[in-house]
């Protein structure tokens, strides 16, 4: 049964929303050392393939404005939460992470002013690889088995995600200036 684009209350925002609402609990399980916790693993797991679940709760029933604006904030949230508390527990550097935050921030905002517009910016596809890249960057380093052992696939995946990042952000900004630079030309 399609719900309506202005719907609040659906299955698939109920799942943004307790997403949003239980990702603190996974940032207090995060280790104060390195070294992983199989508790915060395991809850980063779920709150990771939520987000495939709303997606298909959405495609299934319909999107809504709301879920809209609320999956990539709770993407945001999840995400750069995690990364900051692993930035005080000493396993992730802070540049990488102020990298991808600053992207966040401008992307959101440039979101929410042509959104205001009436404009949707739907995620680009390599977006989409950079979150994929950063949830697997946080999972493997707060899995014991990989931790500590294999700083170097978590630590490569980070900056992968930074250099997706950084693409994915230009593509938004490339296709931004687009219409205008057509208009102009008019």
């Given at each position: 049964?399609?719900?309506?684009?202005?719907?609040?209350?659906?299955?698939?925002?109920?799942v943004t929303v307790a997403r949003v609402l239980i990702?603190?609990?996974?940032?207090?399980?995060?280790?104060?050392?390195?070294?992983?916790?199989?508790?915060?693993?395991?809850?980063?797991?779920?709150?990771?393939?939520?987000?495939?679940?709303?997606?298909?709760?959405?495609?299934?029933?319909?999107?809504?404005?709301?879920?809209?604006?609320?999956?990539?904030?709770?993407?945001?949230?999840?995400?750069?939460?995690?990364?900051?508390?692993?930035?005080?527990?000493?396993?992730?550097?802070?540049?990488?992470?102020?990298?991808?935050?600053?992207?966040?921030?401008?992307?959101?905002?440039?979101?929410?002013?042509?959104?205001?517009?009436?404009?949707?910016?739907?995620?680009?596809?390599?977006?989409?690889?950079?979150?994929?890249?950063?949830?697997?960057?946080?999972?493997?380093?707060?899995?014991?088995?990989?931790?500590?052992?294999?700083?170097?696939?978590?630590?490569?995946?980070?900056?992968?995600?930074?250099?997706?990042?950084?693409?994915?952000?230009?593509?938004?900004?490339?296709?931004?200036?687009?219409?205008?630079?057509?208009?102009?030309?008019?």
């Amino acid at each position: 049964m399609p719900v309506d684009p202005s719907a609040v209350k659906t299955w698939a925002n109920l799942v943004t929303v307790a997403r949003v609402l239980i990702a603190p609990i996974m940032f207090l399980l995060i280790p104060e050392k390195p070294g992983g916790s199989w508790v915060a693993f395991g809850l980063w797991f779920v709150l990771c393939s939520t987000d495939g679940i709303d997606g298909f709760l959405a495609r299934r029933h319909g999107a809504t404005t709301v879920g809209a604006f609320l999956d990539p904030l709770a993407d945001k949230v999840l995400v750069l939460g995690a990364m900051f508390f692993l930035v005080n527990s000493h396993v992730f550097w802070i540049v990488p992470i102020i990298i991808i935050a600053a992207r966040e921030l401008a992307i959101s905002l440039y979101r929410t002013f042509v959104g205001a517009k009436g404009v949707s910016v739907p995620a680009s596809k390599v977006a989409k690889f950079k979150t994929v890249a950063q949830q697997l960057s946080v999972g493997f380093a707060i899995a014991p088995l990989t931790a500590i052992d294999a700083k170097w696939l978590w630590n490569g995946l980070l900056w992968i995600s930074v250099v997706l990042a950084l693409i994915s952000g230009c593509q938004y900004m490339w296709r931004a200036r687009r219409p205008r630079a057509v208009a102009n030309a008019l």
